[in-house]
């Protein structure tokens, strides 16, 4: 057996943290011959219930779970952590503009960032899934000193795994078979899926649909899915977004498959001509442990305008913020 990685989990005592931290301990992130420390973090008052998922956790004798902590000290949570996944977040309470949201996971968030820079481990990778994922993401890494824009991520790979199957069930094709999906920009209602590079079984995309569905129905369907899934469950995705974390992270780590490319929310640096310093999500391509924005895809006259909307929506929400990032 190798020697163990540490995996830190905020939000460790809901839905997602709940699924996410079970499928972890099994193996299912980095193989049967990685043994991993879990580092549960949640706020004191679900650390009584959190006993219980440890409880749990112990009970499934997984071979590759080699110690549990729970905590709600961030030092003791973070503390050498190799991997972090940040669930925990602030959700919209009733009333709440998105400018309070955005300032309540601020306070979440800035401290969270500071924490990971003095206990994490050097060389720590940082995924953020709690909403707004993009800009707490955009918070965490500008206030995580010894952190490089490359150790931190935001997820999109639900909206990604989601734009594949919605295309598998249109064209009656497996999803496995469809590569070069990207979603592009914010985990939000701008986000734009995006088929001009898809292929399915090798054909691309755009010769197997009708443009109408794919402008007028389809993108929007993506784009909803969060709130259609809300609607029927009475709650948000928990299953399906740990899954997605699953994905994002084990792709970073081990590398994406072959010469196909994910969707992740990575630092801009100016890419297709979005704003730098932002989290937006891009064609992103990976290999063990980094991951390097494919930055010349040709795109055609709509695809431009989708990225700049989403942008703009992003923009918005730094400078919402922008008193929560460090100069
Ligand atoms: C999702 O995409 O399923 C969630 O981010 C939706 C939400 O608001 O929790």
Redesign the pocket.
Do not use: E, K
């Given at each position: 057996m190798k020697k163990p990685v540490t995996v830190a989990i905020t939000g460790a005592g809901g839905n997602i943290g709940y699924a996410i931290a079970f499928r972890i301990a099994a193996g299912d992130l980095f193989g049967p011959d990685q043994p991993v420390n879990l580092h549960l973090i949640e706020i004191e008052p679900v650390l009584p219930a959190l006993t219980g998922v440890v409880m749990e956790l112990n009970d499934c004798a997984f071979p590759t779970l080699n110690k549990i902590v729970a905590t709600a000290d961030f030092s003791t949570g973070f503390g050498d952590a190799d991997y972090i996944f940040l669930i925990g977040s602030r959700?919209?309470g009733k009333g709440m503009e998105r400018q309070d949201l955005l300032s309540a996971n601020g306070a979440i968030f800035k401290p969270t960032g500071k924490a990971i820079s003095q206990n994490a481990a050097k060389d720590v990778r940082v995924l953020v899934v709690g909403?707004p994922?993009n800009t707490n993401a955009l918070i965490a890494l500008h206030n995580a000193p010894n952190l490089q824009p490359n150790q931190i991520s935001s997820m999109m790979r639900?909206?990604h795994n989601r734009t594949i199957s919605m295309l598998a069930e249109k064209v009656g094709k497996h999803s496995s078979t469809i590569k070069n999906v990207t979603v592009w920009g914010n985990?939000s209602t701008t986000q734009f899926p995006d088929l001009q590079h898809c292929t399915v079984n090798g054909v691309n995309a755009y010769d197997l649909i009708d443009m109408n569905w794919y402008r007028n129905e389809f993108i929007e369907r993506v784009q909803k899915?969060?709130?259609e899934?809300?609607e029927a469950r009475g709650a948000?995705?928990a299953a399906?977004?740990a899954s997605a974390a699953i994905d994002h992270m084990r792709d970073w780590v081990l590398g994406s498959d072959g010469d196909s490319w994910v969707s992740m929310g990575t630092y801009s640096t100016g890419s297709y001509g979005v704003t730098s310093e932002l989290m937006y999500s891009f064609p992103t391509h990976c290999s063990i442990r980094e991951f390097n924005t494919i930055d010349d895809l040709e795109l055609d006259e709509f695809s431009r305008e989708m990225i700049a909307l989403s942008e703009k929506e992003l923009i918005k929400e730094r400078d919402m913020i922008r008193w929560l990032l460090r100069d």
């Open positions: 959700p919209r909403n994922a639900l909206d985990h899915r969060g709130a899934i809300i948000s995705s399906s977004a």
